[in-house]
């Protein structure tokens, strides 16, 4: 696999010299408001954990040992007990929180929901004995395919309360993709909806999942959630209705104890290969960092604030920061199920004024989509509930940042810029709102009781300049491993350099210490801020039967961070359309991984070896003037593909 110099990655990383110091007011009320927890964390890592982890999580039973770390392999807060649902709802409810609003849930079409924390409680308890009712145990796997409703908050906390581990798939990706991650996971029970609501349409989700459940054995019933009202099929013995079986079962589901290393959750994400990787997040240790950064990173009041954050449940931002960390918090949040621009592209804002959501976490690919919107749109609203906006999922570009700044923030709200990854549970490099002078563009520092590094190609520490971004310590909600294949997870993350962890990101330090994420520098692109493998594409488009060969790279896009392009060359003989490979690749993976462009070549330019040579058609993507290009085994295939790619320029 080809490694370039991160150095190289981005020519204007502008010596950015604006500096946003918390405004006074902010920090004299902020959770974090100087450097102590840093200190407290350089003192002892594992004590610094440990007490956040007593301070902020209920544990039945206390932990005999706070870190067990035989690398590449952690375990946190080993021999403690706790129920992870209980952490999140009961103890709140205890605590006479009961009729606090967990949830402000609103539809696409607009109708309403008010979620306490008592009626959150109430739906877990007896939708985890609905799955015991269907055969779920500890130990089992539930896979969730869902619209972005309460729900599926419900049917998440129910698993962690009965110690079944769930393993949700986003609603857009694909039937083959669900197939793919239940059969992985050898999940028992399925829990869907029979569709949801998007740019004011149903989408029909029960007959996705229907398409899957053709060919996952190990799935013995499906539950279904009504939300689109759609007609759905519904088979004798294996379908059942949320609503019926909720309706039949007891109300009291008290929460066990559970080991603290208890498998909470898979999550797939992908990697360099085709194959997603089932990422292993356990109980304890991943609780206790989302808690934390959630009341550090966000400064969370809890009974004031009002937190949102725009992610769908089906990614790790949705599982770590609109379920757990919240939730542990006893946060009041809004949840929505639709797009940001139905009916207008406003409707954001008008969430915003209408819940007075005082903490807002969003992704760049959104913000530099509301940019081209233009200003009008967020000005239609009162925004001043704002105190506190993040950016999560790909490097925001100065401009975004200051965008977001002045036209959302109100030139007041400090920034979050979140750094961190599916595998590593919560956020690692971030400013604390209160401590912390920001730059448009950098995610500052890794928080307290993080170890982040820059080294070089040789694995030396780089103390200024590009480098590769690797994690130095044991983190308690790091992921404990790759469902069925601990040989992926040594090779992936542990083997590049020695002893650290490696994320597969470039990163760049400034003169003054601040980190610069510059994005992966493996074959995996970052579109929308969601992760895709060039890889699976590729596999998706050669599986079609028009296809020979295909070369798959990611090139920047000014709106959704990368773009896939994709260079396709036909069997002898076949024909296929741009249109019909676009939705064949839909089909295999979701819509999210469609190529923009498809580029049509009779060869792809490759090495007197045989590799295909992906850097030089990035390269050809991006309009950059090639480099190198003695090593390719015939010249001729990039004069003709750069003529193409010049053709096809947009003209502005
Ligand atoms: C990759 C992880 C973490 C939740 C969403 C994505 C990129 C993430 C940032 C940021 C620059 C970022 C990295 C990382 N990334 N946040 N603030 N600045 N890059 O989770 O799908 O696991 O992707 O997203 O490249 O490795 P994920």
Redesign the pocket.
Same mark, same amino acid.
């Given at each position: 696999m080809p490694t370039p110099d991160p150095t190289q990655a981005i020519e204007a990383l502008s010596s950015e010299s604006r500096l946003f110091p918390p405004p006074p007011a902010f920090a004299a009320a902020a959770n974090a408001h100087d450097r102590s927890l840093w200190d407290e964390a350089a003192r002892g890592h594992e004590e610094f954990w440990a007490r956040q982890s007593r301070e902020l999580l209920h544990w039945f039973q206390p932990w005999d040992t706070t870190c067990e770390w035989n690398l590449p392999d952690s375990k946190w807060f080993v021999g403690g007990t706790l129920n992870v649902s209980y952490n999140c709802l009961d103890r709140h409810v205890l605590a006479g929180l009961g009729d606090r609003v967990a949830i402000h849930w609103e539809g696409e079409p607009g109708d309403v929901r008010t979620v306490t924390y008592r009626e959150l409680l109430d739906d877990v308890q007896r939708f985890a004995n609905v799955l015991k009712s269907l055969g779920v145990g500890r130990g089992d796997r539930v896979n969730i395919y869902m619209p972005m409703v309460p729900e599926a908050a419900v049917a998440m906390l129910a698993c962690a309360r009965i110690g079944a581990a769930h393993s949700v798939v986003f609603g857009g990706f694909s039937a083959q993709a669900l197939a793919d991650r239940i059969n992985d996971a050898s999940a028992k029970v399925l829990v869907t909806a029979d569709g949801g609501w998007r740019r004011g349409e149903v989408f029909p989700l029960k007959a996705q999942a229907d398409a899957a459940l053709a060919s996952t054995p190990s799935i013995e019933h499906v539950v279904v959630l009504r939300r689109g009202g759609n007609p759905v099929d519904m088979v004798a013995g294996r379908d059942h209705w949320w609503h019926d079986l909720m309706a039949a079962a007891d109300a009291e589901c008290p929460a066990e104890p559970m080991d603290a290393e208890q498998l909470l959750f898979l999550l797939y994400?992908s990697g360099t290969t085709g194959k997603p990787k089932g990422i292993m997040h356990t109980s304890g240790g991943y609780l206790a960092q989302v808690a934390y950064t959630f009341k550090y990173v966000f400064d969370h009041k809890p009974g004031t604030d009002v937190y949102w954050c725009t992610a769908d449940v089906g #990614?790790?931002?949705g599982h770590s920061y609109i379920v757990y960390g919240p939730l542990a918090n006893g946060a009041t949040q809004v949840m929505y199920e639709g797009v940001p621009n139905f009916p207008a592209n406003d409707r954001f804002w008008s969430i915003i004024e209408k819940y007075k959501v005082t903490v807002f976490y969003t992704a760049p690919t959104a913000i530099r989509t509301f940019m081209k919107w233009g200003t009008a749109e967020p000005a239609k609203h009162d925004l001043s509930s704002l105190r506190l906006i993040g950016?999560? !999922?790909?490097?925001?570009n100065p401009e975004a940042w200051m965008w977001y700044h002045e036209h959302i923030g109100g030139g007041r709200c400090p920034i979050v =810029?979140? #750094?961190?990854?599916?595998?590593t549970g919560g956020i690692m490099i971030s400013p604390l709102p209160g401590v912390t002078a920001t730059k448009p563009g950098s &995610?500052t520092h890794p928080l307290p009781g993080v170890g982040a590094e820059l080294v070089d190609e040789q694995g030396s520490p780089v103390s200024r300049g590009g480098g590769y971004l690797t994690l130095t310590k044991p983190w308690p909600g790091m992921l404990r491993g790759v469902w069925g294949d601990p040989a992926r997870f040594r090779e992936t993350y542990w083997s590049r350099f020695p002893g650290r962890y490696f &994320?597969? =990101?470039g990163a760049k330090l400034d003169d003054d210490g601040y980190l610069w994420?510059l !994005?992966?520098v493996d074959d995996v692109m970052?579109v929308s !801020?969601?992760?895709i493998s060039t890889t699976e594409v590729e596999s998706a488009l050669v599986s079609h039967p028009s296809v020979a060969e295909a070369a798959v790279v990611g090139a920047n896009d000014p709106t959704t961070g990368q773009a896939i392009i994709a260079y396709v060359t036909l069997r002898g003989g076949a024909s296929a359309d741009e249109k019909s490979l676009r939705d064949h690749v839909a089909t295999e993976i979701g819509a999210i991984a469609k190529p923009k462009t498809i580029y049509f070549t009779p060869d792809l330019p490759k090495t007197r070896s045989g590799k295909i040579m992906r850097r030089l058609l990035r390269d050809v993507a991006e309009g950059r003037n090639l480099g190198d290009t003695t090593t390719l085994a015939d010249a001729s295939v990039v004069d003709e593909l750069k003529r193409r790619a010049e053709a096809a320029a947009p003209e502005d």
């Open positions: 994400t #990614w790790i931002t950016s999560v !999922g790909e490097p925001i =810029d979140t #750094w961190w990854q599916t595998e &995610a &994320a597969g =990101d994420l !994005g992966r970052n !801020g969601h992760r």
